[in-house]
């Protein structure tokens, strides 16, 4: 790695998403756009990127199924990758190692699902005392119905996220701002 204390984490941007009956494609495209963004920044500017493949033993989850790898038509070379089987990436996938011999402080935190993975690390990352950058519009997420039958659109559930990340867990920034180390302030 080139010294970098940041790195850029594109968390489960893998086809197995693409097999789930929830997939729609007129969300993913945004996302798509805004990742591919944020990877090609990253890049230019010198910060490491890291992939995370999310595995388990359920099709199409199993490394079996050929479903686990990079979402296209993302564009990705990253500096290291990791797999994992829980919702933080830094649970057992050897990244939380990677991070510490690289002297990375800061995270950019990115990819599928908003509430669900990048939420879970970004709070994890939080609490071992990164600096973490949410970039929610460089993740994906879809509608889902909560117990009272109301269905929460994908742009609800992001605003909530990042509603309960901000200022307490993570910056919430945009792909330029993230790139640029720019973002609102942490609270105190």
Same mark, same amino acid.
């Given at each position: 790695?080139?010294?970098?204390? =940041?790195?850029? &984490?594109? +968390?489960?941007? $893998?086809?197995?998403?693409? $097999?789930?009956?929830? #997939?729609?494609? /007129?969300? %993913?495209?945004?996302? +798509?756009?805004?990742?591919?963004?944020?990877?090609? !920044?990253?890049? %230019?500017?010198? +910060?490491?990127?890291?992939?995370?493949?999310?595995?388990?033993?359920?099709?199409?989850?199993?490394?079996?199924?050929?479903?686990?790898?990079?979402?296209?038509?993302?564009?990705?070379?990253?500096? %290291?990758?990791?797999?994992?089987?829980?919702?933080?990436? &830094?649970?057992?996938? !050897?990244?939380?190692? #990677?991070?510490?011999?690289?002297?990375?402080?800061?995270?950019?935190?990115?990819?599928?699902?908003?509430?669900?993975?990048?939420? *879970? /690390? =970004?709070?994890?990352?939080?609490?071992?005392?990164?600096?973490?950058?949410?970039?929610?519009?460089? /993740?994906? *997420?879809?509608?889902? %119905?909560?117990?009272?039958?109301?269905? #929460?659109?994908?742009?609800? +559930?992001?605003?909530? /996220?990042?509603?309960?990340?901000? !200022?307490?867990?993570?910056?919430?920034?945009?792909?330029? $701002?993230?790139?640029?180390?720019? !973002?609102?302030?942490?609270?105190?």
């Amino acid at each position: 790695m080139s010294g970098h204390d =940041t790195v850029l &984490l594109v +968390i489960d941007a $893998q086809e197995s998403f693409r $097999q789930r009956d929830y #997939w729609d494609e /007129t969300l %993913a495209s945004p996302y +798509i756009d805004r990742q591919q963004a944020l990877i090609d !920044g990253a890049e %230019a500017g010198g +910060i490491p990127v890291v992939q995370i493949f999310h595995v388990d033993e359920n099709p199409p989850f199993s490394e079996a199924s050929g479903f686990v790898r990079t979402l296209a038509p993302l564009r990705i070379a990253p500096n %290291a990758t990791f797999r994992k089987n829980r919702h933080s990436a &830094l649970v057992g996938s !050897g990244l939380d190692v #990677w991070l510490t011999e690289n002297g990375v402080r800061r995270i950019l935190v990115s990819g599928i699902r908003t509430e669900q993975c990048c939420e *879970t /690390t =970004t709070r994890h990352a939080s609490d071992l005392g990164y600096q973490v950058d949410y970039v929610g519009e460089a /993740t994906l *997420t879809f509608p889902m %119905a909560d117990a009272t039958g109301r269905t #929460w659109s994908a742009r609800e +559930i992001r605003d909530r /996220t990042e509603l309960v990340l901000s !200022g307490r867990f993570a910056r919430i920034t945009t792909v330029e $701002q993230a790139l640029a180390g720019r !973002g609102k302030p942490l609270a105190a």
